[in-house]
C-alpha cells in the first residue's frame, strides 16, 4: 500500500526539511517489511487542492488538532487494519497555517490528532515520518520503540 503525505506548501532546505527526510529514509528500509511502500510526499499550494493527491480507493487520514489522539501503539494497530482493509494508498492531509477546511475533516476515514498543541505544518511532515517509522518499529518488534 503507498502511503502519501499531502500537505500545503513548500519547503526549502532547512531543519524542517531534515528531520523528515532523516525519519522517511528510515521508514523505507522498513516500510515493505510491514507491507508498505516507501514514503511520498506530495505537496500543493493550498488545501482545497488536496484531494487530487489521493488515488482512487484511498485511506484518507486528516491531521486535524482536534481529531483522535492516538498512542504510538494505537496508531501501529490503525495502519495494520487499514493495510488489511486493501486500501490502495494510505493519504496524510497536512493543511496549512488554517489547517484544514472542516469538510475535509468530516470526509476523512479517520481525523488524526497529534496533539492539543498546534505545530508549523512544514514541522508536521517530519513529526509523522518519525511516527510511521515508529508504528514500523512497533509492528516489527524493533529495539527503536523499547528504546524509549
Partial sequence: MRVIIASVG????GPERALYEHFATRFEALAPRVGLHALE?????????LGAAA???????????QGKALTSEGFAKALQGFRA???TALVFFVGGAAGLP????????L???LGALTYPHLLVRGLLAEQLYRAAT????????RAG
Avoid: M
Fill in 102 to 109: 472542516k469538510t475535509f475533516v468530516a470526509k476523512a476515514t
Fill in 10 to 13: 513548500r519547503w526549502h532546505a
Fill in 85 to 87: 482493509e486493501n486500501y
Fill in 138 to 145: 512497533i509492528l516489527l518488534d524493533h529495539p527503536y520503540h
Fill in 41 to 49: 510526499l506530495i505537496e500543493v499550494r493550498d488545501s482545497a487542492r
Fill in 111 to 113: 481525523s488524526l490528532s
Fill in 55 to 65: 488515488p482512487k480507493g484511498s485511506c484518507i487520514i486528516a491531521l486535524d488538532r
